[in-house]
């Protein structure tokens, strides 16, 4: 696909965490998983911060989730990866679940970008108050209809009373966040003075990261917006007041992510077991380094 005109790009001029406006290029990569379309990734020369520049203007940003094979929206289980990704889903619930357990034993729970409801229909079904946000009508719809769930459009966020939520969870979706630092408010409204905030993102300085560089599929160029470290989302959710509790990885995440990114890189049935040792070889190192590929991260107000 070729290159779509400028007039559909926005240029980030200052950094979302200092707000610094001087960068150095860190990468260029591109989209890999549907439009074939360049792009530019920057590093911030005072905080560190990476993030995607220029980046679709948020009326064509939808265009980029447009296919059926996207996983965190699809319902179909036609391909390998859309089935490995769908049964490694069913065994992260529990452990999500266990995660939230250890800071509340039941309330109010919304889940922001909650694709087609799984998770809330497990908390719903242990007594939860579950309500959840997924702007995508597809999955938004299927979740209601077969779960018989409360979710609502993003627009709800600016709706919901001040203090209303125990927990709010982020599964691998601020990354995909136009605005960090108005989202980041919203949130902090709407989560109780004692509730938790939990993040989880790839984590940018994972060894699955540097190993596959510019073909590491948890760029997701232009749908991932913003590509985070441990040190950069601390400094993130210290500038709104949150910090940060705790932080767990998710080990599976490297299996998957190398999977994907093997097949961005080459072909032929070696990609799987590639993938397999180098998902090993990512956990492996990052029991010593504390950079697992995707890392969750438990905040709360300060």
Same mark, same amino acid.
């Given at each position: 696909?070729?290159?779509?005109?400028? &007039?559909?790009?926005?240029?980030?001029?200052?950094? %979302?965490?200092?707000?610094?406006?001087?960068?150095?290029?860190?990468?260029?990569? *591109?989209?890999? !998983?549907?439009?074939? &379309?360049?792009?530019?990734?920057?590093?911030?020369?005072?905080?560190?911060?990476?993030?995607?520049? %220029?980046?679709?203007?948020?009326?064509?940003?939808?265009?980029?989730?447009?296919?059926?094979?996207?996983?965190?929206?699809?319902?179909?289980?036609?391909?390998?990866?859309?089935?490995?990704?769908?049964?490694?889903?069913?065994?992260?619930?529990?452990?999500?679940?266990?995660?939230?357990?250890?800071?509340?034993?039941?309330?109010?729970?919304?889940?922001?970008?909650?694709?087609?409801?799984?998770?809330?229909?497990? !908390?719903?079904?242990?007594?939860?108050?579950?309500?959840?946000?997924?702007?995508?009508?597809?999955?938004?719809?299927?979740?209601?209809?077969?779960?018989?769930?409360?979710?609502?459009?993003?627009?709800?966020?600016?709706? !919901?009373?001040?203090?209303?939520?125990?927990?709010?969870?982020?599964?691998?979706?601020?990354?995909?966040?136009?605005?960090?630092?108005?989202?980041?408010?919203?949130? *902090?409204?709407?989560?109780?003075?004692?509730?938790?905030?939990?993040?989880?993102?790839?984590?940018?300085?994972?060894?699955?990261?540097?190993?596959?560089?510019?073909?590491?599929?948890?760029?997701?160029?232009?749908?991932?917006?913003?590509?985070?470290?441990?040190?950069?989302?601390?400094?993130?959710?210290?500038?709104?007041? !949150?910090?940060?509790?705790?932080?767990?990885?998710?080990?599976?995440?490297?299996?998957?992510?190398?999977?994907?990114? &093997?097949?961005?890189?080459?072909?032929?049935?070696?990609?799987?077991?590639?993938?397999?040792?180098?998902?090993?070889?990512?956990?492996?190192?990052?029991?010593?380094?504390?950079?697992?590929?995707?890392?969750?991260?438990?905040?709360?107000?300060?």
């Amino acid at each position: 696909m070729e290159q779509k005109p400028k &007039e559909q790009y926005k240029y980030i001029d200052t950094c %979302p965490v200092c707000g610094n406006s001087e960068r150095d290029l860190y990468l260029f990569t *591109k989209d890999f !998983f549907l439009t074939k &379309e360049n792009f530019e990734i920057v590093k911030c020369t005072n905080c560190s911060f990476i993030f995607t520049n %220029p980046i679709p203007k948020i009326e064509h940003l939808a265009e980029y989730y447009n296919s059926p094979d996207y996983n965190s929206h699809s319902l179909k289980t036609n391909n390998a990866e859309a089935r490995i990704y769908q049964v490694l889903r069913k065994i992260n619930l529990s452990d999500k679940y266990k995660i939230v357990k250890k800071y509340q034993n039941a309330g109010h729970i919304l889940d922001v970008g909650c694709g087609t409801g799984e998770l809330l229909k497990y !908390f719903k079904d242990r007594g939860w108050h579950a309500e959840g946000i997924e702007p995508a009508d597809v999955a938004r719809n299927f979740a209601i209809k077969k779960y018989h769930l409360d979710i609502y459009p993003e627009n709800k966020l600016a709706e !919901f009373k001040k203090e209303k939520f125990d927990i709010i969870s982020m599964w691998h979706v601020l990354e995909h966040v136009y605005d960090l630092n108005m989202r980041l408010e919203q949130l *902090k409204r709407i989560l109780k003075s004692n509730g938790h905030l939990i993040i989880a993102v790839p984590n940018i300085e994972s060894f699955d990261a540097a190993y596959y560089g510019k073909y590491w599929a948890a760029l997701d160029v232009p749908r991932h917006l913003y590509h985070f470290s441990k040190q950069t989302l601390t400094k993130l959710i210290e500038k709104h007041s !949150f910090e940060l509790v705790s932080v767990f990885p998710m080990k599976f995440d490297a299996f998957y992510v190398s999977l994907l990114s &093997e097949k961005y890189m080459r072909k032929g049935l070696a990609v799987y077991v590639r993938a397999f040792l180098n998902g090993f070889k990512s956990n492996r190192m990052a029991v010593r380094t504390g950079n697992f590929s995707s890392m969750i991260f438990v905040v709360k107000q300060k």
